[in-house]
């Protein structure tokens, strides 16, 4: 049997960075990761949109709040020390009528309660900033958000963790847990501690341990368009206002790493966990499970998710959803859209009590489990400030 001081559930982006700073704060200690897949961060991590965040959507009563300035410039750090690309672009929020003015306000600040560096502008300033942006009067300009390659940075981890000899078993799937011991696909395991960090499967685990009782994650996916003609039409982040009562952010205009346009994304309710594409990685238990307390949210229209699922399965007509973002530029090609993005797929932790999105991180604890439940963006932004905030607080020595 295997032994360890920590074991890490998940090799996502959360997964590797709690690993990172164990191996930075107890280079002795023996440190292992599993994952089901055969390569680190398959899922969300490596399906990222890429932004790094700049802080200013979140109240300052929220751990994102808390996290996202500080993980904003570490990750940023990060990619300067080890020669990963960034594409410093920076974003403006565009306002689309009078009636979002004041959002743009409370936006402010947020921001500056957050320690973020972000002011609003006018229309003229933001036209030199973005020749082609269209906005009403205002817009809040955010001069540190920024691109990264999520992939690269994970990988990049992998690797340099598994030279300094934090151990990774792939292809090693959570069976369970028993006295004491975790069973995996490959073997059992004995650790002093275990983080579970499984993304889409958090709950799940969490509930293996006496955890996650009054909650389960609903997925929801996420669709990219690809803009091909060229890579000059927007030469930065453009948001619209977005509704602050769900945790989604509208369609976008995405720089990506290199400079490619992208929109979106989408946050379509999805059928089971890893519902990408057709019917890959069916489980029925699952899709039965899903289902039916999507159609329990459906008919109350709690949080108000039918209003949300019928405006997103709109967006499956690629000239409504290519419509949405031509609204924050004077003129884009909608044939120039000629590209879907790998999907991705959110898991968002719902209250079974409330029927409400959970907003902020979410995590369960006791001496000799942590659970990482609710891991959402902006949680690639977050990662290192997030990865010291669980070491410091649950995994003291």
Known sequence: MEKCDYLIIGCGIIGLSIARRLHQLYPHERIILIDKEATVASHASSRNSGVLHAG??????????????????AMKDFCRQH????????????????NELDLLDVLLRRGMQNGSNVRLIDEKE?????????????ALYSPDTATIDPKEICQT????????GVVFRLKTAFIGQRDGRIETTTGPIEAKRIINCAGLYADKIARAFGFS???????????????TK????????????????????GVHFTKMVDGTIKIGPTAIPAFWRENYKGLGNFKLDEFLRITSLEAK???????????????????????????????MVKQIDPQGFTEMTEPGIRAQLLDLRTHKLLQDFVIEAD???????????PAFTCAFSFAQLVVQKYLPK
Do not use: W
């Open 83 to 98: 020669h990963l690309k960034i594409n410093e672009c920076g974003k403006l929020v565009v306002a689309q009528s009078a």
């Open 56 to 73: 200013f959507y979140y109240s300052a009563d929220s751990l994102k709040a808390q996290l996202t300035v500080e993980g904003n410039h």
């Open 297 to 327: 949210l459906f008919f109350t229209n709690a949080f108000g998710f039918k209003d949300l699922a019928q405006e997103e399965m709109r967006k499956y007509n690629r000239a409504y959803f290519t419509g949405l973002a031509a609204k």
């Open 157 to 164: 981890l992998y690797e340099s963790l598994s030279r300094e």
């Open 230 to 249: 060229n890579k000059t039409d927007v030469k930065m982040h453009l948001y619209p206002v977005p509704n602050l009562k769900n945790p989604f952010l």
């Open 213 to 227: 009782k009054h909650y389960t994650i609903i997925p929801f996916k996420g669709l990219y368009l690809k803009y």
């Open 126 to 138: 933001a036209a030199r900033l973005e020749p082609n942006v269209r906005t009403h009067k205002k």
């Open 367 to 377: 001496e000799r489990s942590i659970h990482i439940l609710n891991a959402v963006s």
